[in-house]
């Protein structure tokens, strides 16, 4: 393993810790759509914040190589 997929993951499992931190303060989150409401649970929420971290380690490595 290199540096850069260490670090990669650093900021995933960041952003996937501040998605739990999210959810679980806001607690239970839906989504309601034309009449119809859904449940959000806690996974989506902790995988966005995975997907944010790794956005954030892309501008990263674009604006300081």
């Given at each position: 393993?290199?540096?850069?997929?260490?670090?990669?993951?650093?900021?995933?499992?960041?952003?996937?810790?501040?998605?739990?931190?999210?959810?679980?303060?806001?607690?239970?989150?839906?989504?309601a759509v034309g009449?119809?409401?859904?449940?959000?649970?806690?996974?989506p929420v902790v995988?966005?914040?995975?997907?944010?971290?790794?956005?954030?380690?892309?501008?990263?490595?674009?604006?300081?190589?």
């Amino acid at each position: 393993m290199n540096n850069d997929t260490v670090e990669a993951g650093a900021f995933a499992a960041g952003g996937a810790a501040a998605g739990a931190g999210v959810a679980a303060t806001v607690g239970g989150m839906g989504l309601a759509v034309g009449g119809t409401a859904v449940a959000i649970t806690a996974a989506p929420v902790v995988a966005a914040g995975a997907v944010a971290g790794l956005a954030i380690y892309g501008l990263k490595k674009a604006i300081f190589g």
